[in-house]
């Protein structure tokens, strides 16, 4: 059975086991992964996955099943077993599928699926991983070691069906490649990594290109020092500023506002970042890695403006998360097969603004460049920040020397106010996007 | 649920024979590979989740499938499905023997043992994925009325329970033909503090393998006044301090700074890669005498315990670090193999979907001998942690952070003012140089850790006495 198929077949008998409502989620994938380690094949794998998961809503009480027994009978048990959980919850007048007003009617073509990538072979898949670990081992004498080069593909279906009607489905594909280097200097190692992703096989970056990019970055970091504990400003590379995004993200995002556990409460239409900040969500952005056309509600899709020139314009929401604070879902129900929807970012981006990044540097007279954050030290209730860090220190306009074993602290409320600069370098590579970003001052911990 | 023999339960739900996995392991080695392994499991598992008082959700997800994993040398061919026929496995074992392909030297694995007396740390009469659903949303109920009852400034909590059921069934090529079957229950408690407009939240919680009405013995409703209490202590946190001082860390959960500084560096695949900060530094100090570290698997009911890992070893004890001095890494049968070294029972993975890795079981500090009001009085000026979320390290250049949920200044050798969560920073090879005092109170955590590693997340355990590093940078904004 076609994966929009047994979507339809689990809510039909949901409703017949006694449901008032229903949906469900089906998705299937198959998946290659090689890994190489200094030329030599280190793991060739294939993966096979297929889940259905359905939801019911038993008067006003809820209960979510999954399972990856797809037989007749493994499908047969599962509706009524999810009546019989919702049974034991306590009912939720909120509780419910989303407004049928707010479907999809039109499927959009979102060129989300290239037949390419379930193609590929391992050979070629081992041959692009060489090619990138190679060109990061020729780099330099100081490129000593590796942990490896991997390709990684998958490709797959995503089905959806309620009892509203709606019965959707659409294909997606992914590849990636990805090397880490290590470097070594008077006996003291270092590594970073670089790595190029997409929905189509033929817009990869270079197998050589990624290997050159993740040398690049593994060098600098050699004879890193520690910096001194001050406050100044702190330039964030654009990796490491779409992590900003994902913090934004997570305090606009139903699941928090409605518990309260959000530092961005009961701002919507308020300036809560620098006129300089403009972010955007696109779920239909051509081939985007978010992309989709419906989202795990069946709701319809568009681009909106979430944060305009620093004023909050739009919460990501979902049904329920829009029920309880009086508004309407903005179509951001993310849904993985074995649980609720909550509701979360797809394509998110920071308009790129008038800097070239170099000039963001050469603003900087004594400050910090970061490349890389560790740690979970961030609390969206309170919006404290502070996370472990590594980066070069900028002395002059110049980047002058790596530094690392040091935090950079602060609250997001002022962090998203400080922003000083925003570059022109914006490129998509993950779903959240960013360019290169300036905040006028944080407080660095080091020695 | 079946749960007394995981190879009845697995040939007779998928209607399989040993022979027939005999034929398939048989395809697997046919390129001449070192070693082949297949890994059955299935998976139960049941969430209830509260918030303003009331169950709302509720979730049961079942996961079942097998991988076939082929050695030869240094690679791994590997093949997994969730549909689990014979014609399946067949064709699993022909895609993971690729890697057999063209392989040059032979290279010895440690030699395939009858398991060892195995052990047997967490048998339960009912498994608690069987607890009825009723008996879950009363226990959550009981939580909300006890963080309730703490203070009346708590103004929410959300509560969940997780219950698990795992069956799985190893079969080698190496003639080790063993099952396990493990229970988890996980409790987990945040409580919302409101005053005067300012928010704060406090998270408490615990589990292990064991039944579910264990987390009725008292141990729920302390969960629960201990995440308010947390609550309501950040209400008066000041701004954390910013700078390298000396550090308290509180006994149990903060153990998670050895899993971090210390625990990944000594697992077995970045030091024959010799990636690891730790790389070649057996037997020379990275510690002081009063350090010493051991991984246990090996603990009745501990989250982290299991009778066998994931390729059917025993789990055990290990020493990492004695007195100071480095003693021993973490392996796996790939890496044990090709580094000569003897298996630890640490080669686990998340799921049949995943190639197993040298993970942490339990990993703690064995007890000192100090009254831990001693070390505190011993401080003039610094920060005392007791509480911590999340933590991560850069295994290559051993830089490792964990982030404080609860912490305290200590003024004049004594505990003063709450302070802002902040993440702490340093660096693997040389912080346990910097402990200078050790208690003699060791706790291993409630049962709350979840180890994530190359995108596979396992449960693991930690443990500490109270403890003093003479210099760690904290990571406040008040510089």
Known sequence: MEPRDVARDLVARALRAGARAADAVVAESEGLAVGVRLGEVEKLKRARQRRAGLRVFVGDSTAIVSTADLTPEGLASLAGDACALARATAPDPHAGLPDAADLATTLPDLDLHDPAVERVEADDAIGWANAAERAALDAGPEVTNSEGAEFGSDAGAVAYASSLGFAGAYRGSHASLSVVPVATRNGSMQRDYWYTAHRKLGALDAPAAVGAEAARRTLRRLGARRPPTCECPVVFEPEIAASLLRHLAGAIAGGALYRKMSFLLDRLGEEIASPLVTVIDDPLRPAGPASRPFDGEGVAQRRQPIVERGVLRSYLLDSYSARRLGLRTTGHAARSVGDAPGAGPTNFYLEPGPHAPEAIIASVRSGLYVTELIGFGVNLLTGDYSRGAAGIWIENGELAYPVEEFTIAGKLRDMLRDVEMVGSDLVFRGSLACPTVKIARMTVAGT | ?479
């Open chain 2, 1 to 479: 649920m079946p749960s007394e023999s995981p190879e009845r339960f697995f040939l007779e739900r998928f209607q399989l024979s040993s022979g027939g996995l005999e034929r398939v392991l048989g395809t697997a080695v046919a390129r001449g590979a070192d070693w082949a392994d297949l890994y059955f499991e299935y998976r139960t598992a049941q969430t209830a989740s509260l918030e303003e008082g009331v169950v709302k959700k509720a979730t049961r997800n079942v996961s079942q499938g097998v991988g076939v994993r082929v050695l030869a040398g240094a690679r791994s061919g590997y093949a997994c499905s969730d549909e689990v026929t014979l014609d399946r496995l067949e064709i699993a074992a022909r895609t993971a023997r690729c890697i057999a392909e063209e392989r040059t030297a032979a290279i010895a694995l440690p030699a395939a043992r009858v398991p060892a007396p195995a052990h047997d740390l967490y048998a339960v009469a009912r498994p608690p994925i069987d607890a009825p659903v009723a008996d879950q949303v009363a226990l959550l109920a009981r939580i909300d009325a006890a963080a309730r009852a703490v203070d009346p400034r708590i103004t929410n909590v959300l509560a969940g329970v997780g219950l698990e059921h795992r069956i799985v069934y190893v079969v080698t090529s190496g003639g080790i033909v063993v099952g396990d079957v493990r229970p988890l229950v996980h409790l987990s408690v945040t409580c919302i503090a409101e005053r005067d407009g300012i928010r704060q939240q406090g998270t408490y919680g615990g589990g292990g393998r064991f039944p579910f009405e264990t987390l009725a013995d008292g141990r729920a409703e302390r969960f629960a006044r201990e995440a308010a209490r947390q609550a309501l202590v950040n209400l008066d946190a000041v701004d954390a301090p910013a700078g390298t001082m000396t550090v308290v860390l509180g006994p149990g959960w903060p153990g998670i700074l050895l899993h971090e500084a210390i625990g990944h560096g000594l697992e077995g695949d970045f030091n024959r890669k010799r990636t690891s900060a730790f790389t070649d530094r057996i037997g020379t100090r990275v510690g002081s005498e009063l350090c010493t570290v051991v991984d246990d698997g090996t603990i009745p009911s501990r989250r982290g315990s299991l009778n066998v890992d994931d390729e059917g070893t025993p789990t055990s004890r290990t020493v990492l670090i004695e007195k100071g001095v480095l003693r021993g890494y973490l392996q796996d049968r790939l890496n044990a193999g090709l580094m000569g070294m003897p298996l630890t029972g640490n080669g686990r993975r998340e799921s049949f979907a995943h190639l197993p890795m040298p993970r942490m079981t339990n990993t703690f500090m064995l007890a000192g001998e100090e009254a831990p009001e001693d070390i505190l009085r011993s401080v003039d000026k610094g920060l005392y942690a007791v509480s911590f979320g999340g933590g991560q390290v850069d295994i290559t250049s051993g830089k490792f952070v964990f982030s404080a949920s609860e912490a305290y200044l200590i003024e004049g050798g004594r505990v003063t003012r709450p302070v802002k969560g902040a993440t702490l920073i340093g660096n693997g090879p040389d912080v346990l140089t910097r402990i200078s005092r050790v208690g003699a109170d060791l706790q291993l955590d409630e049962g709350v850790g979840t180890c994530g590693k190359d995108g596979q997340s396992v449960p693991v355990g930690v443990g500490l006495p109270t403890v003093r590093i003479d210099g760690l940078t904290v990571g406040g904004t008040q510089a």
